[in-house]
């Protein structure tokens, strides 16, 4: 009977208990029902944008730029820049016309390289990167023409003597010295800084190079994919002729992959 009594408390206990948090909450929510029916208009609002009023903006007609930077200017003054890309300062740049200025930027002969944009929010910015072109090599000719990475035509001044001199008879040549000092120049730039002169010819099936700190002529493939493996050996072989003869060399053959051939001044090989 004790048993019984006991049990009988206990849950008139409990049933008090969640008597009184039903009531607490009831009061609650009566005294915050303004709330918090404000705050499911709201949930609801956000939600009804979300379906059918984001995805009817256009992102692109959306975001507008006032400030854009250009990372790593160092030729193209900021004037310059905005010539290429076509926009003044005055204008507000949107989200959609990042293709157009990445189309102006390719074409253009300063660029070189991957055109890529950044959103900075804080400060708010489009930050646009890429790799201005770099003087590679000078045709001598009446007058002196430099060409560029980018392929082209070099639009600003440089100082001859700090490039390599290309002698081409064919244009076919000229693209062949581009892609062979490009290839140089990111594979083995400390060589390529050696280069005094260059005589490309796809007629002749091979690259003629002239170093300057040695007094023979070397010969190079036509084949880029021998480049690589070519440039190694020629530091191999010129550490060794240190030790050797070095002015007794008169060409190093180097368009074979696996093979060198050394010919001597007095004609022997």
Not at 82 to 100: H, L, M, P, Q, V
Not at 179 to 196: E, H, P, T
Request: glycine residues 2%; contains cysteine.
């Amino acid at each position: 009977m004790k048993l019984g009594h006991n049990e009988r408390q206990r849950r008139e206990a409990i049933t008090r208990l969640v008597s009184k948090a039903r009531d607490s909450v009831k009061i609650r929510f009566l005294k915050n029902k303004r709330r918090i029916v404000g705050l499911c208009v709201l949930l609801a609002l956000c939600v009804a944008a979300f379906i059918f009023v984001i995805p009817s903006v256009q992102s692109d007609d959306f975001m507008s730029f006032k400030k854009i930077t250009p990372v790593n200017l160092k030729r193209i003054s900021p004037d310059a820049f905005r010539k290429i890309i076509g926009f003044n300062y005055r204008e507000e740049i949107y989200s959609k016309d990042t293709a157009y200025i990445r189309a102006r930027l390719e074409a253009s002969n300063m660029i070189f390289g991957d055109v890529q944009f950044i959103v900075n929010f804080i400060p708010y910015e489009l930050e646009i990167k890429f790799t201005e072109a770099s003087p590679l090599f000078v045709v001598m000719s009446a007058e002196p023409v430099i060409y560029s990475d980018k392929g082209e035509i070099y639009p600003y001044s440089a100082n001859i003597a700090d490039l390599p001199v290309v002698k081409a008879n064919e244009p076919g040549d000229i693209a062949l010295a581009i892609k062979f000092l490009i290839d140089m120049r990111k594979n083995d730039a400390m060589l390529y800084s050696r280069v005094s002169q260059l005589i490309p010819s796809e007629a002749d099936r091979q690259i003629m190079v002239f170093f300057n700190d040695v007094d023979f002529k070397t010969k190079f493939s036509l084949e880029d994919d021998c480049w690589k493996i070519a440039y190694r050996h020629y530091r191999q072989l010129t550490r060794n002729m240190q030790v050797l003869n070095i002015h007794s060399i008169a060409v190093l053959d180097l368009r074979f992959r696996q093979l060198a051939y050394i010919t001597e001044k007095n004609g022997r090989l």
